[in-house]
């Protein structure tokens, strides 16, 4: 069994930045911590869960076209936890934000972290 757990979210007014962690555990065997994909996604209410940023291991990481620029997905591998620095941030990022990771052809997810931006 594999958990995810988030944080960092919160309360804070546009332009503010906030960093949000994933801390993974449980039953990661076979490879290294580095060798996974892992993600964000995000879902603001009455929309449907969408796509922020993926770092497909090393330094290879990918973004939506909304957070290019202002968000930056980056994995501490000795912790094995991922991390989204999220600046410049707008009315718009409002969401519960879900860490991802895929293992194997499984994937696992947190329960979210709440991010809240004021305007």
């Known amino acids: 069994q594999v958990q995810l757990v988030e944080s960092g979210g919160g309360l804070v007014q546009a332009g503010g930045s906030l960093r949000l962690s994933c801390a993974v555990s449980g039953s990661i065997s076979g490879s290294t911590f580095s060798d996974y994909v892992m993600g964000w996604h995000r879902q603001a209410p009455g929309k449907q869960r969408e796509f922020v940023a993926v770092?497909?291991?090393?330094?290879?990481?990918s973004y939506a076209e909304s957070v290019k620029g202002r968000f930056t997905i980056s994995r501490d591998n000795a912790k094995n936890t991922a991390y989204l620095q999220m600046n410049s941030l707008k009315p718009e990022d409002t969401a519960n934000y879900y860490c991802w990771i895929r293992i194997g052809a499984r994937g696992y997810w947190g329960q979210g972290t709440q991010v809240t931006v004021s305007s």
């Open positions: 770092a497909i291991g090393g330094e290879s990481t």
